[in-house]
Nanobody, 124 residues
Framework: QVQLVESGGGLVQAGGSLRLSCAAS????????LGWFRQTPGKEREFVAT????????DYADSVKGRFTISRDNDKNTLYLQMNSLKPEDTAVYFC?????????????????WGQGTQVTVSS
C-alpha cells in the first residue's frame, strides 16, 4: 500500500505560479506511473497530467498544456506539478495518485491510491 500526501496548494492571483508536491511512502513508487487530477464541487475528477514510472514520458490535459509541468524525483519518492500562468478556471482540489501501470495513464480507473487533496484557488 502506498500513502500519498500533497502539499503546496494555496491562494494565488491569476497569472501567478504554484508548485504542488506529493510525497509517496510505502511500496516503491518508481515502478509505477503517477498522475495529477483535480476536482471542483459537483463535477467529476478531471485528469491534469501523468508521468511514467521512469519519468521519461509525460502527458497533459489540453487545458493545462504549455502552462503546467509534471516531474518526479524517484530518489525522494516525490511527485511535482509546476503550475504557471494560472487562471481562475484552474481553481480546484488537486489530487495526486499512483497507477497500477508503469506507462502513463489518463483514466481515473487506472489509479489505485490517492492523496487527500490540496486546494488551489486562483483569484481574478
Amino acid at each position: 500500500q502506498v500513502q500519498l500526501v500533497e502539499s503546496g496548494g494555496g491562494l494565488v492571483q491569476a497569472g501567478g505560479s504554484l508548485r504542488l508536491s506529493c510525497a509517496a511512502s510505502g511500496r516503491t513508487a518508481s515502478s509505477y506511473a503517477l498522475g495529477w487530477f483535480r476536482q471542483t464541487p459537483g463535477k467529476e475528477r478531471e485528469f491534469v497530467a501523468t508521468i511514467s514510472g521512469g519519468g521519461g514520458v509525460t502527458d497533459y490535459a489540453d487545458s493545462v498544456k504549455g502552462r503546467f509541468t509534471i516531474s518526479r524525483d524517484n530518489d525522494k519518492n516525490t511527485l511535482y506539478l509546476q503550475m504557471n500562468s494560472l487562471k481562475p478556471e484552474d481553481t480546484a482540489v488537486y489530487f495526486c495518485a499512483i497507477s497500477r501501470y508503469y506507462a502513463i495513464a489518463r483514466r481515473v480507473g487506472s489509479y489505485v491510491s490517492w492523496g487527500q487533496g490540496t486546494q488551489v484557488t486562483v483569484s481574478s
